[in-house]
């Protein structure tokens, strides 16, 4: 049994919007410093501009490139896995509707056990100082859940890790900014969220977890094969 993906798929939905990418790359920056500048996201506020239809093309272009990129360089599933897959998910499903956690998913969540020597250090990305924040993930799947040899095996994924802005005036808000697909890097997490509004204006402290399977925690790299 095999299985075929459409690998030039993305690539060719993206074609009619491709004229606008290269615009998208030379006005990035300033868009996101035009966005820091604003009050807040909220569509209420008097002085909040609409997108123009220029905007919304572009960032429509960079959604559309950045899908097809992920589709073409990211590893697919072979068949074998395909059926390895779908296997688990009717296991999975027959287990959580056994226990009761499909009525009631928040009955699946335990509270998480305490952070065991965290460890914290200092680094820098592209001219900006944080904290590195690391220590042992003390998730682990059910006994009887599928998969859960297989996750308990991905060594680098049970070292969690996070990125931290802290305010050295006490009582500061803290937010909790989660990256996107394919992230969990500070040169990408960092540009992903106004930290220029958010940590330097507002003066508000950052904490950016990095996601199971990003970034450090990664299996391997994303396309070295």
């Given at each position: 049994m095999r299985f075929a993906f459409p690998t030039a798929l993305p690539l060719l939905d993206a074609l009619p919007l491709a004229p606008y990418v290269g615009s998208l790359f030379a006005r990035t920056k300033p868009a996101f410093a035009r966005d820091e500048e604003r009050p807040c996201n909220c569509t209420e506020c008097p002085d909040y501009p609409a997108m123009s239809p220029v905007d919304i093309a572009l960032a429509t272009a960079f959604d559309r490139a950045a899908c097809a990129y992920r589709w073409v360089s990211g590893?697919?599933?072979?068949?074998?896995?395909?059926?390895?897959?779908?296997?688990?998910?009717?296991?999975?499903?027959?287990?959580?509707?056994?226990?009761?956690?499909?009525?009631?998913?928040?009955?699946?969540?335990?509270?998480?056990p305490a952070v065991d020597a965290?460890?914290?250090?200092?680094?820098?990305s592209r001219r900006r100082s944080f904290l590195h924040l690391t220590f042992e993930s003390g998730y682990e799947p059910r006994p009887d859940e599928p998969g859960r040899e297989r996750w308990l095996g991905y060594t680098a994924n049970r070292t969690a890790h996070a990125w931290i802005l802290h305010r050295s005036q006490p009582d500061r808000p803290w937010i909790v900014c989660i990256h996107g697909y394919g992230m969990g890097f500070p040169l990408l997490d960092f540009e992903a969220f106004p930290l220029r509004k958010l940590y330097e204006r507002l003066g508000c402290n950052i904490v950016m977890p990095v996601l199971p399977l990003h970034g450090p925690r990664r299996l391997r790299p994303r396309r070295a094969r």
């Open positions: 590893a697919r599933p072979s068949s074998r896995e395909w059926l390895r897959i779908i296997n688990e998910v009717d296991r999975a499903r027959t287990l959580f509707r056994a226990r009761g956690w499909l009525a009631d998913p928040a009955a699946y969540h335990v509270t998480p965290p460890q914290l250090s200092s680094r820098r």
